[in-house]
């Protein structure tokens, strides 16, 4: 199947389910211009934009995995960071919150930075600093990323988040505001909906960290590499990154053990700036 008949089989469910495509596009985080253009083939669907539609049209089951298995095979499933800068980061977190915002069981593998939904607004600003971003696109992407937050205070969602105590201890920002940065990693592990675990320096680790990843819950994965985001729904895939997580979970420190470190850390980063 071509992306031009993806978007017939997509238009055809939105008919049948009798909304119009604005409902459909507010749904899906989406332009209605945006949707015109897949349902009319003039622009192939990412497997996150077909996600996102069906998604919205409430299609579930078998109808779902087959269609979401030919958007895969017809879609590119590495994306280059730099088409996301043309066409906003915002955009492209709000494409994450849509996402985000469907998902029971949210796993994060983090040995870079500290996750996207944990960063307080100093933090962003530190790890696009280097990218070009205009004054206002670097709010914009700021703004973006902490409205993302909001999923996190929703308890039918649950989120688990791993870390390595490298990403705890990279200097991205100034001393205090990585006091900052720890002390809201310290609150949100509080929430009853949300676990934070950081594999300590000390562990014996189960192999390399290699690069970030995200599981949402067994459907889909972004894995983050140097220059692009890769997505798959390959059955075989998501098992591989399941199981690297599983492997990193067994040694990370989690709830009070996981507090006690972060916050020894934390006053490192004070005491180093009163010495400043």
Same mark, same amino acid.
């Given at each position: 199947m071509k992306s031009t008949d993806i978007g017939k089989a997509l238009r055809k469910l939105r008919e049948a389910s009798g909304k119009q495509a604005k409902i459909v596009a507010r749904s899906a985080v989406m332009s209605p211009s945006k949707i015109s253009k897949i349902?009319? @083939? /003039? *622009? /192939?669907?990412s497997v996150i934009d077909v996600e996102r539609i069906l998604t919205a049209l409430e299609v579930r089951g078998e109808a779902k995995a087959r269609l979401m298995e030919v958007a895969r095979q017809a879609a590119t499933e590495a994306t /280059?960071?730099? !088409?996301?800068r043309r066409s906003g980061l915002h955009k492209h977190q709000e494409e994450i919150r849509a996402i985000e915002a469907s998902t029971s069981l949210l796993r994060v593998f983090q040995p870079s930075c500290i996750p996207g939904l944990l960063q307080t607004p100093e933090y962003v600003r530190g790890i696009f600093k280097d990218y070009g971003l205009t004054s206002d696109a670097m709010e914009k992407m700021v703004g973006a990323r902490l409205v993302r937050h909001e999923v996190l205070y929703d308890t039918d969602h649950r989120f688990h988040f791993l870390i390595t105590e490298a990403v705890l201890r990279w200097k991205l920002v100034e001393p205090l505001k990585m006091a900052g940065? !720890?002390?809201?990693?310290? /609150? %949100? $592990?509080? *929430? &009853?909906? %949300? =676990? !934070? @675990?950081?594999?300590?320096? $000390?562990?014996?680790? &189960? @192999?390399?960290? =290699?690069?970030?990843? %995200?599981?949402?819950? =067994?459907?889909l994965v972004t894995i983050e590499i140097p220059h692009a985001e890769i997505t798959t729904t390959e059955p075989p895939d998501i098992d591989l990154y399941v199981s690297k997580f599983q492997k990193f979970e067994a040694v990370a420190v989690a709830g009070d053990d996981m507090r006690a470190l972060a916050a020894d850390i934390r006053d490192e980063f004070l005491r180093e700036r009163e010495t400043s």
């Open positions: 349902e009319n @083939g /003039a *622009l /192939a669907p /280059a960071w730099r !088409i996301y940065q !720890i002390d809201r990693i310290i /609150a %949100v $592990s509080r *929430l &009853p909906n %949300v =676990t !934070i @675990g950081v594999v300590p320096l $000390s562990a014996r680790q &189960p @192999g390399l960290p =290699t690069s970030a990843f %995200v599981l949402f819950d =067994t459907r």
